[in-house]
């Protein structure tokens, strides 16, 4: 009977290392059957057998016959090997990995930290083995809102693979890039930014520039400069990270959609509008093929494509982009996810646009709500359902209710970015804006300032953004009957626009 086990043992992992899962499968449960009947039928062969078979059931996607499979498996080597031994905690780890792919962190929380724990004992502090564990507990505090306690654990992983491997070994490369996701889910971008540069450096040196995980740190550092405006800067990262997936993945692969995604933005914030449809089209496309239309990158991309027509004034393509986006969110992610407020809030924009002001405010609401709720008042997110908010209430005629919700956006931009963000400067526009067509010019003109010193401070003198600004500072002028003023900030717009004119000889 034993060497019956080993056969089929043997014949499921030679299956499973030449990608044969499906074939795994009958002599994966044969040899769970024959450990059973082993007269050491609760011993390691059992433990083992059922170890194989909750993994290939993993790698199949069937997370449903893992579980109690995964489950029986920690039961069997605990009894055999005790608690405190290393296939314990490789047990443990492995159901947690598991319930972490399907989101279940309150499920997956303590297994990993007993897996931890039984490592830390009989293993040393700064072993190898810890980092799966320690990046696994990183992930749920991120997705808690832990963010200090995620970044600890994700420090002491570095720290370990450091010291026992080198600063530059590729495995370094999934725990910098968690640590600046999350800089970025908080905004501290100038923090994210060198742990991107560095994540490139390690791949280059050790996977080399073609792989596609070189790709994804490429896609990763332009978001950082698009996020911050310089979009200059993010333009070639994308096309080097686009041009070696496209290589080295399928045509339909989601990862392609994803930096093609980032190219539509570079590409709608420089004004080069002509090339965002077919981009948006192609990712619908690609996430449609690859997961199936009710899925949720489906439903963003449909999306993002109505935000381009909506944009454009191209309201009744829009609408059904909303509709259908907004159908499969609520079904997919239930109805306070933040997706959904996202699908709220835009066709809360669309109805508002075309005068449905009864239909609009109150989704404006309910998105407001859902993302105060789940964010907290203070987060960023909670400002564009402000600012909307704001501008209904304005075409509403309730003038001090959206001058107070602007007021409300400022503070968190203020608190979450400091004065030195272009979306301060965004904020304090929008202000200034809105106090001008009220007749408050006093107010709009500080209001406007503030924004044109911050934009200069964060963006230099000649960024584009400060070309609005001059124009709304002339249109203010103009009204308090300062004509000189009002003349120098239009022909300051006007440089910022067409720089070539202003450095052309004069003919004399």
């Known amino acids: 009977m034993s060497q019956r086990w080993k056969e089929l043992n043997q014949e ?3 299956h499973m290392q030449q990608g044969r899962f499906q074939e795994a499968l009958e002599p994966a449960r044969a040899a769970v059957a024959v450990a059973r009947r082993d007269p050491d039928g609760q011993g390691a062969k059992l433990a083992v057998a059922l170890n194989n078979l909750g993994e290939l059931y993993l790698v199949l996607g069937d997370a449903t016959e893992a579980e109690p499979v995964l489950r029986e498996s920690i039961e069997v080597y605990e009894k055999k090997l005790g608690a405190e031994h290393p296939d314990v905690a490789e047990a443990l780890y492995k159901l947690a990995e598991m319930f972490i792919g399907r989101k279940r962190y309150n499920d997956a929380e303590p297994l990993l930290k007993r897996a931890l724990s039984v490592r830390e004992k009989i293993q040393s502090e700064d072993h190898p083995d810890l980092v799966p564990v320690l990046s696994g507990l990183a992930e749920i505090d991120r997705v808690k809102g832990q963010y200090e306690s995620a970044l600890d654990l994700l ?3 570095v720290a370990i693979i450091e010291k026992s491997a080198g600063t530059m070994h590729p495995a370094l490369g999934p725990l910098l890039d968690s640590m600046a996701r999350i ?5 501290k971008l100038d923090d994210a930014e060198p742990l991107l540069r560095r994540i490139i450096k390690i791949y ?45 993945l ?12 980032k ?18 089209r192609q990712v619908m496309d690609i996430y449609t093929e690859a997961h199936g239309k009710d899925h949720p990158a489906v439903a963003q991309s449909g999306n993002n494509l109505g935000e381009y027509y909506l944009n454009k004034g191209r309201f009744d393509d829009a609408k059904p982009l ?14 306070d996810h933040p997706a959904v407020a996202q699908s709220l809030n835009n066709l809360a924009v669309l109805c508002g646009n075309t005068g449905k002001y009864d239909d609009a405010e109150p989704m404006h609401r309910r998105a407001l709500e859902i993302r105060k709720k789940h964010f907290g008042r203070e987060h960023l997110a909670v400002t564009q359902s402000l600012e909307n908010l704001a501008a209904l209430c304005r075409a509403r005629g309730r003038n001090e209710e959206a001058e107070e919700l602007l007021r409300q956006a400022l503070a968190i931009w203020e608190k979450s970015m400091g004065e030195a963000h272009p979306s301060t400067a965004q904020a304090y526009f929008n202000l200034g804006t809105f106090q001008a067509s009220t007749g408050n010019h006093e107010e709009a003109e500080a209001a406007l300032l503030k924004s044109r010193s911050l934009l200069e401070k964060s963006l230099g003198p000649q960024n584009m953004y400060l070309a609005e600004v001059f124009d709304a500072l002339s249109m203010v002028y103009e009204k308090k009957g300062q004509d000189k003023e009002a003349k120098e900030y239009a022909a300051r717009a006007y440089k910022i626009r067409k720089p070539e004119h202003m450095n052309k000889p004069q003919n004399n």
């Not at 190219?263 to 981009?279: C, F, G, H, N, W």
């Open 12 to 14: 499921t992992i030679d």
């Open 183 to 187: 800089y970025k889910g908080q905004q």
């Open 204 to 248: 280059e040196k050790s996977i080399g520039p073609e792989h596609p995980a070189f790709a994804k740190a490429l896609e990763q550092l332009a978001e950082i400069y698009l996020v911050s405006g310089h979009f200059q800067a993010a333009e070639p990262f994308l096309e080097q990270a686009l041009s070696i997936l496209k290589v080295t």
């Open 263 to 280: 190219q539509s933005m570079l590409y709608q914030a420089t004004d080069r509008t002509e090339k965002v449809e077919p981009i948006l």
């Open 155 to 157: 420090k002491r992983a």
């Open 322 to 335: 909303f509709e259908a986006s907004l159908a499969a969110r609520e079904k997919s992610l239930g109805p």
């Open 250 to 261: 399928p045509a339909n692969h989601p990862d392609i959609a994803q930096v093609l995604e």
